[in-house]
């Protein structure tokens, strides 16, 4: 358990919430992994107002960036999920990794855009020409984007 972690409990214990100032003691890495032992130990609120505050003092950390994003799968957010795995592929840039383009791809099927996942599909297969698991998503996705335009086009044909 890390310091961070002791001492969110022990401000929550009371009603009271670390400071922006108290969380700024410690590395985004820390509050990373002080993140996912709120969420192990079923404490979402309190990882949701850490990743707040990460968010606030390490904006472009992709340690913060990440464990938010999964943070927001977890609660089914998936607007907020989506907002921060775009940010965290421009964060990383070129070295965007293969598990970032999928929780990316996932969530935006979870929103019923199979059109924008597709989309993200084909960019992350630019990135990754030989990754297997991004290349299943893609095959799936045009498959999926496929068989929905014949049916939307005799839609608007009747």
Not at 72 to 92: R, S, Y
Not at 102 to 122: D, S, T
Request: glycine share 2%.
């Amino acid at each position: 358990m890390t310091s961070l972690y002791q001492a969110l409990l022990s401000q929550a214990a009371i009603g009271h919430m670390l400071s922006e100032r108290d969380v700024s003691r410690f590395s985004a890495a820390e509050i990373r992994q002080t993140m996912a032992d709120l969420v192990a130990a079923d404490q979402i609120p309190l990882a949701n107002a850490l990743a707040a505050a990460g968010q606030s003092l390490y904006p472009e950390s992709e340690d913060i960036l990440a464990m938010s994003a999964l943070l927001a799968e977890i609660q089914q957010d998936w607007t907020a999920a989506e907002e921060l795995l775009h940010k965290l592929v421009d964060t990383q840039g070129e070295a965007a990794t293969p598990l970032t383009w999928r929780h990316l791809i996932r969530v935006l099927r979870c929103q019923c855009e199979p059109g924008k996942a597709l989309q993200a599909a084909q960019q992350a297969m630019a990135a990754h020409p030989t990754d297997t698991n991004l290349l299943e998503e893609f095959l799936a996705l045009q498959e999926l984007v496929c068989a929905q335009v014949p049916v939307a086009a005799s839609a608007q044909m009747h």
